[in-house]
């Protein structure tokens, strides 16, 4: 059983950057496809960024493409989300998600066994 927890979230300007970080913990991360989502209020869970097991086949949401870069060290067994460019639309909390099914990410968010517990990003104009 796999253990995620995210990190790095807080309050920045808009335009400014955060980095969040997702540790794992009881399986290496080489065995799952990973994936970042988020959750506004009211709004349903959206994909952010995955990136497939062999950490280089990337993919991103349209709302993100070109800002947010993912990225994941297996041997360290994290996952990163370097988030530039922030703007107050990206306000939500952000998650990790883990697929031990598939290679590469997949967009859906039910698709994922497992998830850390959130950590909240707030972009403020």
């Known amino acids: 059983q796999v253990q995620l927890v995210e990190s790095g979230g807080g309050l920045v300007q808009a335009g400014g950057s955060l980095r969040l970080s997702c540790t794992a913990s009881g399986r290496k991360l080489s065995n799952y496809a990973m994936g970042w989502f988020r959750q506004a209020p009211g709004k349903e869970r959206e994909f952010v960024a995955g990136?497939?097991?062999?950490?280089?086949?990337?993919y991103y949401g349209d709302s993100v493409k070109g800002r947010f870069t993912i990225s994941r060290d297996n041997a360290k067994n994290t996952v990163n989300l370097q988030m530039n460019g922030l703007q107050p639309e990206d306000t939500a909390v952000y998650y990790c998600?883990?697929?031990?099914?598939?290679?590469?990410?997949?967009?859906?968010?039910?698709?994922?066994?497992?998830w850390g517990q959130g950590t909240q990003v707030t972009v403020s104009s």
């Open positions: 998600a883990a697929d031990p099914g598939t290679y590469f990410p997949e967009r859906a968010a039910n698709v994922y066994d497992y």
């Open positions: 990136i497939a097991k062999n950490e280089f086949n990337t």
